[in-house]
């Protein structure tokens, strides 16, 4: 098994893929956001306002708030066709050109006769951006929804403002039944911030590349070089065939998780350094890692694949 996140060259850069300004929903103003994120030692963010009518279809140029270390990717909340649940379609996208054609959706609500969500998420792939699955838990996403976003890369499989305002943040779910279809998708961690409320700094990405720029961490998240938190650091992962090898910071819990309800876990009071072995786990056809520290905050990382 292969890992690319822990092989490619390069080093973690911590960012938001997921955040709101006064361009939409937000109160902030899109310099305050980046501000924000910089002064609190993030790397990079998406803003990611969203893209209706009712906000005059905004993908923000905020490539004016790049410099100090700290940097930009554009991108947008895309809505666009009815879910099963007969709600609007919510899809990240991020890497999006600033003339990305507008949508036929005047404001949060379907309307007959629109763009259906696979085809807006398809589109914005091929206009370059990075297509996730956004908070599926809050948005009720069936089955059925999830896997015909075939243009997605990721699921949020945390959202922080999701976990704050009601208590369904998480995409595990859909995350273990697309994989077990074979939907090879990766995974990300998003704050969702609106600072209406605490809902900013809670989840983010850890971006590995060579440098910090808006293309270099767009090519990484695409090609899945990446890893999910909300607190932890993975600092390396090594996969065999009988065991998996863990460097990480302080923590008191390890789990690998396959397709069926069998785990390998090891527990200890400050892990930085744990081997697990893959006994029992030998039919999943991908693996997945959990780490967990003494507060209870995790971090997450990619499907890894067998074949």
Known sequence: MHDPTFSSDGRFWRGNLHTHSNRSDGILDPEEVCLRYQSEGYDFIALTDHFIELYHYPVVDTTEYRGGGFTTILGAELHSGTMDNGELWHILAVGLPLDFAPTNTPEFRPIPDQESGPE????????????????????????????????????????????????????????????????????????????????????????????????????????????????????????????????????????????????????????TRATLPLSGLSDSPFLRLTVINKAGQRAWTNPVWKI
């Not at 650091?233 to 789990?255: K, Q, R």
Request: glycine letters at 6%.
């Open 120 to 271: 807006l998420a398809q589109r914005a792939r091929k206009a370059g951006a990075f297509v996730t699955i956004a908070h599926p838990e809050w948005s009720g996403l069936t089955l059925h929804d999830a896997q015909s976003l075939e243009a997605a890369h990721a699921i949020e499989i945390y959202n922080h403002s999701c976990h704050v305002e009601a208590d369904r943040g998480r995409g595990f779910w859909h995350l273990d039944r697309l994989l077990e279809k074979n939907h090879r998708l990766t995974i990300c961690a998003t704050d969702d911030a609106h600072f209406q409320y605490p809902d900013y700094f809670g989840g983010w990405t850890m971006v590995k590349s060579i440098e910090n720029t808006p293309e270099a961490l767009l090519q990484a998240l695409k090609s899945g070089h990446m890893y999910a938190s909300t607190g932890p650091e993975i600092y390396m992962v090594i996969w065999n065939d009988t065991e998996v090898i863990v460097e990480c910071s302080a923590v008191t819990t390890i789990i690998v998780q396959g397709h069926k309800h069998t785990t390998k876990v090891k527990r200890g009071d400050t892990m």
